[in-house]
C-alpha cells in the first residue's frame, strides 16, 4: 500500500510564505508515479488543482497561483515540496496531496490545513 503525506500547514498573514511537504511511503517501490500533484478545497468549494509536477520534471499551476507557488520534488526523498509566497486570504483551503501512477490509481493524503489571515 501507497501513503501520502502532507504536513507543514499552519496559519500565516497575508504576504507571508509555507513550504508544506507531501511525503509518499509505504510499498512506492510497486507502482510507477505519474505525477504528484497539490488541490485544495476550501469551505463551500469544490476541489481543485494547485499545482502538479510529473516524474519527469514537468509542471502546470492553477492560474490563481501562477507566480507565487512552486512544485518542487527532491526524489532521494520521495517528497514534493510546494512553495508558497505571498500568501492571499483566497489560498485558505485545505490542502491535500494526490500521488497518481501511469496505471490511473490515485492516493490520496490526509489533507493539512492552510489559514491565511488579512
Known amino acids: 500500500q501507497v501513503q501520502s503525506v502532507e504536513s507543514g500547514g499552519g496559519l500565516v498573514q497575508a504576504g507571508g510564505l509555507l513550504r508544506p511537504p507531501c511525503a509518499a511511503s509505504?510499498?512506492?517501490?510497486?507502482?510507477?508515479?505519474?505525477?504528484t500533484g497539490w488541490y485544495r478545497q476550501a469551505p463551500g468549494k469544490q476541489r481543485e488543482l494547485v499545482a502538479a509536477?510529473?516524474?519527469?520534471?514537468?509542471?502546470n499551476y492553477a492560474d490563481s497561483v501562477k507566480g507565487r507557488f512552486t512544485i518542487a520534488r527532491d526524489n532521494a526523498k520521495n517528497t514534493v515540496y510546494l512553495q508558497m509566497n505571498s500568501l492571499k486570504p483566497e489560498d485558505t483551503a485545505v490542502y491535500y496531496c494526490?500521488?497518481?501512477?501511469?496505471?490511473?490509481?490515485?492516493?490520496w493524503g490526509q489533507g493539512t490545513q492552510v489559514t491565511v489571515s488579512s
Open positions: 494526490n500521488i497518481r501512477s501511469w496505471g490511473a490509481d490515485d492516493y
Open positions: 509536477i510529473t516524474s519527469r520534471g514537468s509542471s
Open positions: 509505504g510499498r512506492i517501490f510497486s507502482i510507477n508515479i505519474y505525477a
